[in-house]
């Protein structure tokens, strides 16, 4: 057991007039299994970027271990496994990766092929091996399961159950109570570290929140009861003290003595009610600095006339060397939430791509609903830049609606004035989302719209959908959003 010191740590980009980080300070375990929680664009990345030394800044980071970022860049993905794991670890024994490579059910020819020739999940589980393997480390495993399917999830989870000493970052509820026993999360104003899961955590928020909500509304009405009472008190001892300057109504002088000690009481009293006002004031003022705003999202979907949308039947995609999938039937009726699931790979997205119109070679039936409208959520952000503003007008979405949303997705009004290329991954996902969400639409396409977003948001997105009920087409691996959401299943 060693301990990461972090202290009085201050960082904020050049040029950039907001700090991320200001005089924080906190100790992690190296045996813990940190979860690494907030909301997207508060700075978890550039937290772990920090760690690795990428950039200047204020304070100490001092830590006995070395670390290591997850993902790791692979320079050559032309090079077999084996010579990819080397060039991570050059001291690593063959039996330690194979051990590894069978604990996330690796198969162990992986082992001789071209990094590039795997799948995403299995580079993911190849480079997690390979990262752990390497003595005297750290692991800094920025969210890994962007790439991984439900399964792959659940293994991942398991044997990352099984390490200790990484901070993982994640925003699959699921996935972190697999695998982590202690939580640090990035508040409004403050980092917050706790023992337990995310759902512990996630308890514990919910109290806290409730609590402070009461103590704030229980202080609203004390403090202006106070402030009432405070103004009745001053009048009366003004009125008191006025008393000694005039004669009584019957004409005899008032007892100056008396009427001083009574002013005296009055104003005694009054700042009494003025220093528990304050007092309550700035208790008030402490509560409600965490609490995440979290306001309803709206949709307008539209009713088609037809209730079967989609069908498919004895479909195949080809592609120019291979069959992406074949012997594929379902439907989809209006008003249903059809969850695509599958390993990776099986051509999900492909199906999802054919069904929005791209020209894919293919076979069997394919039927889709006459004048039927669909929006669509890719899984790429790349494409994405320049203003928000022009990116209304180009897919000729209301712009004042298109930003109210993704001020409610928790984009900042700083944030509508960058380009969207200095956006983080997630909140590039958000502008996707709030495109689809401005879109009337008789269905709803989405090709994992979760990647990279965070908890909060997807706690959101999960409560508009059950509310305004679109018929929706989605794949999706945050196993939590699927089972809140999906009123059917089909697996390719």
Not at 170 to 176: P, T
Not at 274 to 291: A, P
Request: some cysteine.
């Amino acid at each position: 057991m060693a301990l990461i010191n972090i202290d009085h740590l201050t960082f904020c980009y050049d040029g950039s007039y907001d700090n991320i980080f200001e005089n924080v300070s906190f100790q992690i375990d190296t045996d813990w299994k940190l979860g690494f929680t907030g909301r997207n664009g508060r700075g978890k990345t550039t937290f772990l970027q920090l760690l690795c030394g990428k950039y200047e800044y204020r304070g100490t980071i001092d830590s006995p271990v070395s670390f290591d970022y997850f993902p790791f860049q692979v320079t050559d993905p032309s090079q077999n496994v084996i010579e990819v794991v080397a060039g991570i670890c050059p001291d690593f024994e063959h039996w330690e990766l194979q051990k590894e490579l069978s604990l996330l059910e690796v198969a162990e020819d992986v082992m001789e092929r071209p990094f590039a020739a795997l799948s995403q999940g299995e580079q993911t589980k190849v480079l997690l091996a390979a990262l752990f393997i390497k003595p005297n480390n750290f692991l800094l495993i920025d969210e890994p399961t962007n790439h991984l399917d439900i399964e792959g999830r659940r293994v991942v989870g398991k044997y990352l159950n099984r390490k200790t000493g990484f901070i993982l970052v994640s925003h699959d509820r699921v996935f972190l109570d697999r695998c982590i026993d202690h939580i640090l999360t990035i508040n409004k104003t403050n980092i917050e570290l706790q023992k337990g899961n995310f759902s512990k955590w996630w308890i514990n928020k919910e109290r806290t929140d409730s609590f402070e909500t009461a103590e704030n509304d229980r202080l609203q009405k004390e403090i202006k009861q106070l402030s009432a009472a405070a103004r009745r008190t001053a009048g009366w001892s003004d009125k008191i003290e006025k008393t000694k300057k005039g004669t009584l109504n019957s004409g005899i002088k008032p007892d100056k003595g008396y009427i001083g000690h009574q002013a005296a009481k009055m104003m005694k009293r009054s700042k009494v009610i003025e220093t528990r006002l304050q007092k309550n004031i700035q208790t008030k003022e402490k509560l409600l600095k965490n609490i995440e705003l979290a306001d309803s999202l709206s949709m307008k979907p539209l009713s088609h006339p037809k209730n079967t949308l989609v069908e498919l039947s004895d479909l195949a995609i080809y592609y120019a060397d291979r069959n992406v999938c074949e012997n594929v039937h379902f439907t989809v009726e209006r008003g249903e939430r059809v969850a695509l699931s599958g390993r990776n790979g099986c051509g999900k997205s492909s199906v999802l791509k054919l069904l929005t119109g791209e020209e894919l070679t293919y076979s069997g039936k394919l039927s889709i609903g006459s004048n039927l409208k669909i929006s669509y959520i890719s899984q790429d952000t790349a494409y994405l830049q320049g203003s928000l503003h022009s990116f209304a007008e180009q897919y000729q979405i209301e712009e004042s609606r298109f930003l109210t949303i993704l001020h409610k997705l928790d984009l900042s009004g700083v944030q509508f004035e960058k380009d969207m290329r200095m956006f983080s991954a997630g909140q590039k996902k958000k502008v996707l989302l709030a495109k689809s969400l401005c879109e009337q639409a008789h269905l709803y396409i989405w090709d994992e719209p979760l990647n990279y977003i965070d908890v909060l948001s997807r706690m959101q997105i999960e409560d508009l959908i059950v509310r305004c009920r679109p018929t929706l087409l989605f794949v999706e691996h945050d196993s939590a959003f699927v089972q809140s959401v999906a009123t059917k299943y089909i697996r390719l």
